[in-house]
């Protein structure tokens, strides 16, 4: 837990968030390693279009970030669904912890004063009140904390 608390904000809420998604369908996936693994790198994936981003900083990231605006293209479930469906026909396995990690991400940023296009090009935003990096962030991150933890020792006693 030590390690989230010296990740930037929002990328460790990201993370959480991801994390209790993944733990509801863990005890029906025949692969959880790789089911876990691809939901939460998928549900910090859209913030590759940031340049103060972790992603957005790698030598993978850093051509995205300067190429596209942040909030745009790579958060829309339009992005979202097309690379779900090409997991889908390419790579099935990969598909739906994909498109729960990334349309989490979406989903909670769609909270924030900035929101995100998520049918873009369609200009509409959808955004809430939620302040990056502030308490009610906070309260939600500590939150989620708790449900992974509980969710966790239930999966344990339950089901391993």
Not at 80 to 106: E, K, M, Q, R
Not at 132 to 155: A, C, K, M, Q
Request: proline share 6%.
């Amino acid at each position: 837990m030590f390690l989230f608390i010296l990740l930037e904000m929002l990328r460790r809420t990201h993370l959480v968030i991801g994390l209790a998604v993944a733990l509801q369908f863990l005890p029906h996936i025949e692969s959880k390693a790789l089911f876990l693994i691809v939901v939460l790198v998928s549900s910090i994936l859209p913030d590759i279009d940031s340049p103060s981003s972790f992603l957005g900083k790698t030598w993978f990231g850093k051509p995205i970030s300067d190429l596209s605006t942040h909030r745009g293209i790579f958060h829309s479930y339009t992005f979202c669904i097309l690379v779900s469906l090409l997991f889908a026909f390419f790579y099935p396995i990969l598909a739906f912890p994909f498109f729960l990690g990334y349309g989490f991400h979406l989903f909670a940023d769609s909270f924030t004063p900035r929101g995100i296009k998520p049918f873009w090009p369609i200009k509409q935003v959808s955004s809430g009140k939620v302040t990056t990096g502030g308490r009610i962030e906070d309260v939600l991150f500590w939150t989620f904390v708790f449900i992974n933890i509980t969710l966790i020792v239930v999966l344990f006693v339950y089901y391993f």
